[in-house]
């Protein structure tokens, strides 16, 4: 308890900055911790393209279809017509559905992670304007008066780049992943539409 009170007394200065750079970044996290319990079941879940021909060649039906491979071999089982080109066109049409899957999410976690330096500059500004008010008023003279906006300043600033620098790093560790998982989709709509 004593931890979320002193928290609380460190991020306050900040004001409603602080609260948006809090949100975000809950809102991000949540979003990156989604998309690596995601990645890691299609990944776990998933077939090589070996495994995908075997499962092809016995038209049985799947046991578990939480892989992005195994849900285009299910769904082609499914729908197998006999022609060829169509069969081509349907693999193409199932992989199609399931890239959309793989990369849910991704821009806007790569938007709130570098929107958050931006929020912290925002809290900056506003920090140096109450700065610059209170000197306005009182002069130099008064130290805590001025305290209260330079506290805001560098506060927000610090909040913003701890935010986004992470999410920047972990936007992009996602993409890759992603990049790797459609990758590997290509591979086995392709060995499958050589198959069929």
Known sequence: MEFLINAYDYF????TI????VLASLWMWGLVFERLICFWRMERTDVTVHQALVLLHEKAPLPSAAGICRRIISGFLGSRTGSQVLDQRLLDQYALEQRPRIRRFLPLIAVL?????LLGLLGTVTGMIATFDVIAIFGTGNAKAL?????KA????QSGLLVGIPGLFMS????????????RLTETVMALKRAV
């Open 12 to 15: 306050r200065p900040g004001g």
């Open 18 to 21: 602080m609260l948006l750079l």
């Open 113 to 117: 992670a570098a929107t958050a330096p």
């Open 147 to 151: 305290s209260g906006g330079i506290s």
């Open 154 to 157: 560098l506060i927000t600033t």
């Open 172 to 183: 992009r560790l996602l993409m890759r992943r992603a990049d790797a998982i459609e990758r």
